[in-house]
């Protein structure tokens, strides 16, 4: 069974820093590796989709980084914003079309 | 165009009361998927419909709890004799099917069991 883990489970960091969010997964053998970010009695937002053929994608300020081989996905935030403050989930698929296995997300507070 | 719409977005429940949790996906949306997300964890997957069809429902955690999708839109979560437990975020997404797998996701129901 799929199991994944993300550390740290909170973060706070005054604004300016850099963020990196830690994502870990006990099986290889995933379709896709994904990270959301949730606001507080929010639905789920896609920031960015891994393919598991790619080792990294980019968008603005955030980076993420994939290594099947060791089960591990990284989520970098440059140059970190408060409005960057909110929850940020990792999630795995198998196969296209199946469910999403999520990590039980890191809660990040940016302060001014 | 318009998301994934949920009703109602909040929803207090006395402990023994059935409850009916509504999902509007996406037009054309082939997949569609619940999911239960406690306080303070991840979402938790619970089932997922292919147009009508219930493909996996490996995650509901009792018979208390089922799902459906008569018509291959809406799709309605139903749990029964709701107890305290089952206080949670339900959040809903659905996907156009095939190989355009990403999930689009509602805003949740909240739910609360008094």
């Known amino acids: 069974k799929q199991e994944v883990t993300q550390i740290p489970a909170a973060l706070s960091v005054p604004e300016g820093e850099n963020l990196v969010l830690n994502c870990s997964f006990t099986?290889?053998?995933?379709?896709?590796l994904q990270w959301f970010r949730q606001d507080p009695g929010k639905g789920l937002t896609s920031l960015l989709l891994?393919?598991?053929?790619?080792r990294e994608q980019t968008s603005g300020r955030l980076n993420a980084s994939l290594d099947k081989s060791s089960g591990r996905s990284t989520l970098y935030i440059a140059a970190s914003q408060p409005g960057d403050s909110a929850t940020y989930l990792c999630?795995?698929?198998?196969?296209?079309?199946?469910?999403?296995?999520f990590g039980g997300g890191t809660r990040v507070l940016v302060k001014p | 165009g318009a998301g994934v719409s949920q009703s109602p977005r909040y929803k207090v429940a006395k402990r023994g009361q059935d409850v009916a949790l509504r999902c509007d996906p996406i037009?054309?949306?082939?997949?569609l998927f619940w999911y239960q997300q406690a306080l303070g964890q991840g979402p938790e997957f619970l089932t997922y419909?292919?147009?009508?069809?219930?493909?996996?429902k490996s995650g509901l955690p009792s018979d208390r709890f089922f799902a459906e999708r008569p018509e291959g839109s809406v799709s309605t979560l139903k749990i029964q004799r709701t107890q305290q437990e089952d206080s949670a975020v339900y959040l809903c997404?659905?996907?156009?099917?095939?190989?355009?797998?990403?999930?689009?996701f509602g805003p949740g129901t909240r739910l609360t069991v008094t």
């Open positions: 997404a659905s996907s156009l099917g095939g190989r355009q797998w990403e999930q689009y």
């Open positions: 099986d290889s053998a995933i379709y896709n």
């Open positions: 891994i393919q598991s053929s790619q």
């Open positions: 999630a795995v698929i198998k196969a296209a079309g199946n469910k999403l296995t």
């Open positions: 037009s054309g949306h082939v997949s």
């Open positions: 419909f292919q147009n009508e069809a219930q493909l996996d």
